[in-house]
């Protein structure tokens, strides 16, 4: 099966070296000339994931067409440009793994449906779980969900990317895998905030275990399984990027919890934070459902702007109520 990867991001070259390491070439589509050329000459994605060698088998391309020779197309642009991305290649009935993360603003689709509505003939995959992708570079063991609702394709798919130290568990349940993906994104955000406000590890853990509660709610009502959201892709993630500062949505928290502005933060960023993204529409998606998301309505507040010791007030004033 040989692999094409749309996005030359860290992730999509940790990706591209996890399909490369049985030895087949990959083929790697960037949308910087600069990444390319690094690949290509360097070996070495010095833009996105600097210090790791990649093997001669990963070949880079800024032509998108170049990848219809592929027999599975891993997407791994951020979600907000997987739509446009995708509506620039004509990959007929390839299947489509989506690995990014978050939510479309203004339909509030998740990216796999995003992809099915621009590739109605494409089988849809999904790959997601508690990933960061220094770490998957490094070879350091990780596991994944690979969600699909074709078995057999599914079980084909995660054969083929699993590896001696990345092992996948197929699943058929593709909206749990990636809801769980978009909302922990949010989640890592209101952790960060905790920590760059100095509210301590209880703040943390109760943050977790609550916005795990509110990820489920949303899940279930949007159709996932309770199983997959207390798997890898939700769970499992959820407490990664909330304890780390290697994640970039925690980072961020981090900075907005010390009181400085989202907007500062993101001017100017070549690497992405999707949960800055998501929560504006994961707020109005969570209300079109009849959810209650208090953690997230917050962090849509602090990222808007909202004063932090104001909104962390009003959220422990709510009135007390059950814990299920
Ligand atoms: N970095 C990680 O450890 C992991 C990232 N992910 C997800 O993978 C997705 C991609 O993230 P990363 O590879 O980390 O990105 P990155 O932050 O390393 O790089 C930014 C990416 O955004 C792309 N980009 C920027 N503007 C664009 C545009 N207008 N159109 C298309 N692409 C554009 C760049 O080409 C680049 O590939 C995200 O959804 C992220 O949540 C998932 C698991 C792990
Ligand atoms: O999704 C990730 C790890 O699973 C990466 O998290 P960040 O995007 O917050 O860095």
Redesign the pocket.
Known sequence: MKIGVI??????TALAQVAARGGEPVLLW???ADVVTSINTRRENSV?LSGVTLPDTIRATGVLGDLSGCDALLV????Q?VR??LGEIDSGATPLVL????IEAGTQLLVGQVAGQVHPQAPIAVLSGP???HEVAAGQPTAVTLACEDDALGTALAERLAGPAFRTYASNDVIGAEIG?AVK?VLAIACGVVEGAGLGQNARAALIARGFAEMTRFGLARGARAETLAGLSGLGDLVLTCSSTSS?NFSLGVGLGQGRSASEMLADR???A?GAFTAPVLCQAASAVGVAMPVVDAVCALLAGADVREVVGALLARPLTREA
């Open positions: 996005g030359g991001g860290a992730w999509g960037a949308r910087e996105f791994v642009a951020p979600a440009h446009s991305v690995c990014a993360k978050g990933t960061f992708a993906g994104n970039r070549r690497t992405v999707e």
